[in-house]
Every structure is written in structure tokens, then in C-alpha cells.
């Protein structure tokens, strides 16, 4: 038997209606779930996931290192 994963993430935290929201490396997704039923017609994609963000986290930790002076010689 297989079930999709929106309707498995309701079912472990104990519920059967709810939003699961899936962030993964290169896009996010979000999947309603009512009474154990993904409801596909509302399944949304967000080109914007772990990928986006550990790049903005790098420019940041970059810009700080920079100002601060702690750059090597090497770079």
C-alpha cells in the first residue's frame, strides 16, 4: 500500500486534516490534507528552498568576514 506524503506527515503528528509544508533543497511544496485526502487541485509549489537560503546565509557570514577583516591571505 502507498499513501502520499501530505497525508503520511497528518497522519504522524495524529491528525488527519492539516497543511504539510516540505522544504527541500531546490523547491518547497505545500500539500493540503483534509480527512486524510490530499487535495492535488491545491498543491503549491515555491521555487524558493534550502538551496536560496543556504546561498543567502553564505553572502552574509561573506559580508561579515569582510568587514571585520578576518579574510586570509590566500583569498
Known amino acids: 500500500?502507498?499513501?502520499?506524503?501530505g497525508?503520511?506527515?497528518m497522519y504522524t503528528?495524529?491528525?488527519t486534516t492539516g497543511l504539510?509544508?516540505?522544504c527541500g533543497f531546490q523547491v518547497s511544496r505545500i500539500v493540503p490534507v483534509y480527512e486524510g485526502y490530499v487535495l492535488p487541485a491545491?498543491?503549491?509549489f515555491i521555487p524558493r528552498?534550502?538551496?536560496?537560503?543556504?546561498r543567502h546565509?553564505?553572502?552574509?557570514?561573506?559580508?561579515?568576514?569582510?568587514v571585520l577583516?578576518?579574510?586570509s591571505a590566500e583569498d
Open 13 to 15: 503528528s495524529g491528525n
Open 49 to 54: 528552498a534550502a538551496a536560496d537560503e543556504l
Open 42 to 44: 491545491h498543491v503549491r
Open 57 to 66: 546565509c553564505q553572502e552574509i557570514v561573506d559580508a561579515v568576514v569582510h
Open 69 to 71: 577583516g578576518l579574510e
Open 20 to 22: 504539510e509544508v516540505d
Open 7 to 9: 497525508a503520511l506527515a
Open 1 to 5: 500500500y502507498t499513501a502520499p506524503s
